[in-house]
Each structure stands twice: as C-alpha cells, then as structure tokens.
C-alpha cells in the first residue's frame, strides 16, 4: 500500500470513529433553552427569524439562517436539529487533519484528527443545535488559509481567508478574536512576512464590512440588551480548568480519568514548546491568547465560558499531536493511547449527572400525564418556556411569572386557576459548560426579586411534587379561588 493510500486509510477510519461517537448521540440529550431558541427562531420566516437575534443581541445571524434551511432538510426532532452540527464537528476532523498535514506532516495531521474525534468537548458540542461546531471548523479553515498566504500567496488562499473571516465573525462574535491572533502573529514575524500585512488588514476590514449593516442594527435597537448576564467572572483558576475542559472535558469528581490524558497532553505541550517553531508559534497564540483576554475583559464585564472559547480546541489537539509526535521512540503507541484514554473518558462523562441539561422532557410529561381541565401552569420565564413547549403535549395554559423586566403579581398570574403547576429552574453554573453543577443553595436562588412565588408555594396545600434534573415542579391548589 503506497503511502498516499495509507494516508487515505487512516483519514477514512478517524472520520468513521468521529461519526460512530457522535451520530448514535444525538437523541439522548434534552434539548436546552439555548437550542429550544433555535429551533423557535429558525422555524419562523427569515423576517422574524432576522428581527428576533436582532432583539436578542447575542449572535450574528449566519448560523441561524444555516440552521433554518438544516431543519427543512432534516426536521426538528432532537436527532434532526443536531444533525447539522455533527456533520460541522465530523468536517472539523477532517479540517484539522489538513492544518495538522500543512503545517507538521501527514503523521501530526493524523495524530490531531484521532484528538479531535474523540474530544469529549467537541463532541458534546455536535450534541448542541448551535453554532459552535460551525464555528470550529470555520476557525480552522481560517487558520489554513492564513498560513497558505503567508507562504504561497494566491489569489485562491486570499479568496479563501476572506470568506472564512466573513462567516467567523457572522456567526460568533469572538470570531473577532481570530483577527486579533493572526495580527499578534504577523506582529511577531513582520521581519520574515513584510508583505503580508497590509493585504491581510485589507482582507480582514472587507470581512468587517460584510458584518457592519448588522452592528448598526444591533447599537439602534430600541431596548440595549445583551442576554448573558448570568455569566460569573472568572478567577484565575478558571483559566487552567478551560485548558482542562478543552483537553479531556473538566469534571472535577472524575479527575482520576482525565488524568493520563491530561498528562500526556502536558508532555506533548512542552515537547512542541522545547523546540518551538513558527507554526507553534501561530498554534500557542491561537490556543491561549483568546482565553487570556476574555478572561482579562471579563474582569469588568463577564464573557467567560468555555464553549465561546472553544474554537481553541483545534490548536490545543494540534499542539499536543506535533508535541507527541516527537518522541523519540514509539510515538505512534503513545498517540493512539492518548487518543484511547481519551475516548475512556468520554464515556464516563456521558453519565455524569453535571454533563446532562436540564430534563424538560420528563417536566413536560410529567404534568401533561396528570394535569387537570382548567389548571394552569407557571412558568419562570421565557427563558425555560422554550424548552417546556418543545416537549409540552397538553392542554392547560401557560403564564409567565416574569418577562423581560416585568414581575407579575402572583394573583394575577394565577387568575381563577383551581390548580397551578409551577414549574422552576435550578441555578446551575455554565463557566465550563457542558460541566453543569447545581448551586447548594437550591431552585429558589434564581428568583430574588420575586420571593412572593416562594411563599405562594410555601402558604398553599402542596397536591404533587416532583425534582428532576434542573427542574423542581409543585401542583399546588389555589386557595385564592
């Protein structure tokens, strides 16, 4: 077998593994707030589609309206809606596997792409009906365009960063950060890329036109919101734990499995450190510098989550390859049981209850199976009513506690229901998402303007109770009738 067609080979078998370990997935989790907005926003004319990410001002809109023509095609069943993002994780396996080949060979493009499919990360994130697998595998192409033009200047490789830089910053807005590196980059090697930079400022600022009728809209919005608020600053510590989470998937409680992969992916670390080239270089800065400066900018005003960030993940895999592959002796053992241990890990993680989302489905069953004619059922907020009438099958009403801004009374809210079902999200913490841990302090702490509720449940006879998985659900009877 020549070496091409064992090239050929390998490549076939990796994406075969990153299709097993994440098609067969694709149901078991709930679907969440995020991906319930989604799907609501995506099934609508593009209009409202447009008007509503507009309002929500936390995304571009290049992924939902890809999104919109996906659901067409594939239908909004669980496994439907996530369909497309896996099919971005799969080609993000074969995108780093041509950086890896570009920048190191074929043997460090090989090493990486077994890393990436088996990423718990990046898989869980093919799990996602959002943008994050696009974002990735957008990132990565980037990144290849960007060494192509620095080293063999076409027109097709300029063409080529261009459009992969339009569609990074349409689809996220940290794909701004990509920019950030290549300058810092350029910077660093002006002496050796003269001539580079100025086609490439011009390059980055005609994708930055393509995004401006956008920002315009977004800063002349009538109400200025941006909806992730609930994000916590980061403490120091939380930057070493993204580099866990991007590596092996963070879970504190099953540190023992992440531990050799974690080990060996600090050995890889400092083998491509020990001889840094150009190309680790470019690899270091796209790996770390967006970490460091959202959590520096998060100081003031938090963006930090690791699923924002997660577009490092490529750099990371690609790092610990090149640095593996340099062993003296039996690199390619070592490679493949990374990538097994790896893979042990992801398993584990499966069940761990902080990797699960909140069980919307068994909520909505639950009270679909037992409500009665005439009772109503409370809402928290928009926030979980997306998620509720994705899996909601019945026929009682559903009232909001709060809105936007707005609390509404209890008694209000209520009306002249004989029974309500109130139904309210646990806090939960999202700094390395999908690590999802329940706060102590119990469901209540998520309405501190709205303590009222917690006492209509506390003063009024209990009918049913039940806990799910980030969700508790009272049937209580209103005395007020």
Do not use: C
């Not at 609501?40 to 023509?69: C, E, N, R």
């Not at 580079?196 to 930055?208: E, M, R, S, V």
């Not at 590596?247 to 974690?262: D, M, N």
Request: glycine residues 6%; positive net charge; charged residues 15%.
């Amino acid at each position: 077998m020549t070496l091409r067609a064992q090239t050929y080979f390998r490549t076939s078998l990796i994406l075969l593994l990153a299709t097993a370990v994440r098609l067969p997935i694709l149901a078991r989790q709930n679907i969440a707030f995020d991906e319930g907005f989604s799907l609501a926003v995506s099934t609508k004319p593009l209009p409202f589609l447009l008007k509503a990410i507009l309002s929500d001002g936390v995304h571009p809109p290049m992924f939902y309206v890809l999104f919109k023509g996906a659901l067409a095609l594939f239908g909004t069943t669980e496994f439907g809606a996530r369909f497309i993002t896996a099919v971005l994780s799969i080609l993000g396996v074969a995108a780093i596997f041509l950086l890896g080949k570009t920048l190191f060979g074929r043997r460090v493009g090989l090493a990486a792409a077994l890393f990436l499919a088996v990423n718990p990360i990046h898989i869980w994130l093919a799990q996602e009906a959002r943008m994050y697998s696009l974002f990735s595998l957008l990132a990565t192409l980037n990144f290849w365009f960007f060494w192509q033009i620095l080293h063999r200047p076409r027109r097709k490789y300029w063409l080529g960063l261009w459009l992969t830089a339009t569609l990074l910053i349409t689809t996220h807005y940290f794909g701004l950060l990509i920019p950030a590196v290549q300058f810092f980059y350029l910077a660093l090697r002006l002496k050796k890329h003269p001539r580079a930079l100025i086609p490439w400022t011009l390059t980055q600022f005609a994708a930055g036109l393509v995004l401006l009728p956008w920002l315009i809209a977004t800063a002349l919005r009538p109400v200025k919101s941006f909806g992730i608020a609930f994000l916590v600053r980061p403490t120091p510590a939380d930057m070493l734990f993204s580099v866990w989470n991007m590596v092996t998937g963070f879970e504190p409680s099953l540190w023992w499995a992440a531990l050799p992969a974690l080990a060996l992916a600090a050995i890889g670390l400092g083998l491509a450190w020990k001889r840094p080239s150009p190309a680790v270089m470019l690899l270091s800065l796209w790996g770390f510098a967006p970490v460091v400066l959202v959590w520096a900018v998060s100081q003031q005003r938090s963006f930090y989550a690791d699923r924002y960030l997660s577009f490092t993940i490529p750099a990371l895999m690609l790092l610990v390859a090149a640095g593996l592959a340099r062993l003296p002796r039996r690199a390619g053992m070592v490679i493949i049981f990374m990538g097994m241990v790896t893979l042990a890990n992801h398993v584990l993680l499966l069940n761990a209850p902080t990797f699960w989302k909140d069980n919307w489905r068994g909520a909505a069953k639950y009270i679909a199976a037992r409500e009665q004619p005439g009772d109503v059922i409370v809402l928290r907020s928009p926030h979980i009513e997306l998620p509720f009438d994705y899996y909601y099958r019945g026929q009682a009403e559903r009232r909001l506690a709060t809105f936007n801004l707005d609390i509404h009374p209890v008694a209000e809210t209520v009306g002249d229901a004989r029974q309500v079902w109130v139904v309210i999200p646990y806090t939960r913490r999202p700094t390395h998402y999908p690590y999802q841990p329940l706060t102590d302090a119990g469901v209540w702490t998520l309405d501190p303007d709205i303590p009222e509720w917690q006492h209509f449940v506390e003063a009024h006879p209990t009918l049913d109770h039940r806990r799910f998985l980030g969700v508790e659900v009272w049937l209580v009877k209103n005395n007020g009738h």
